[in-house]
């Protein structure tokens, strides 16, 4: 693995390390951490450093809702999956946007205050674009694993499991 890759998952599991700590666990010095990390974002290799949330543990702080929506769209002569994918990152409420193979084209996550608030922004925001041609949208009840962080602190589900 080289030097670069190193410090690229040792970013992925804590953004927050200092590189004095990168540099005692990779054994480079942090003159070279620092170095290759700002070549890193330089590149566009690292495009940005975010926290966790699990909004759940927000209790009080009102509602915070999250939906995958799939979308299928028609291309035409004038207009690629780059030409959508554009006018859709503009939205806020857009935390992801990806282009998949299979059964649909994109996926994107959406954001919002409430169910209400995230469904009007589909039926208001994305499906009048022309070239989508559907939408599924599919709200997350519950995260149990995101980006790689693990939410398995909740001890407070008391009942018995019953195995056969």
Do not use: C
């Amino acid at each position: 693995m080289d030097q670069r890759r190193k410090i690229l998952d040792l970013l992925l599991s804590n953004a927050r390390e200092s590189t004095a700590d990168i540099a005692r666990q990779t054994g480079f010095d942090e003159a070279t951490v620092e170095e290759s990390i700002a070549e890193l974002e330089d590149e566009g290799v690292v495009r940005g450093y975010q926290a966790v949330v699990d909004w759940q543990q927000r209790a009080g702080d009102g509602e915070h809702v999250q939906a995958e929506v799939e979308l299928n769209v028609e291309l035409d002569r004038e207009t690629g999956y780059e030409d959508i994918a554009r006018r859709i990152v503009k939205f806020p409420q857009v935390t992801s946007l990806r282009l998949f193979s299979g059964d649909y084209d994109f996926a994107i996550l959406v954001e919002g205050e409430s169910m209400h608030d995230v469904s009007q922004f589909i039926s208001e925001q994305i499906a009048p674009i022309p070239e989508v041609t559907q939408t599924v949208t599919h709200f997350v009840m519950e995260t149990y694993k995101d980006r790689g962080i693990v939410f398995g602190d909740r001890d407070d589900d008391d009942r018995l499991s019953i195995s056969p």
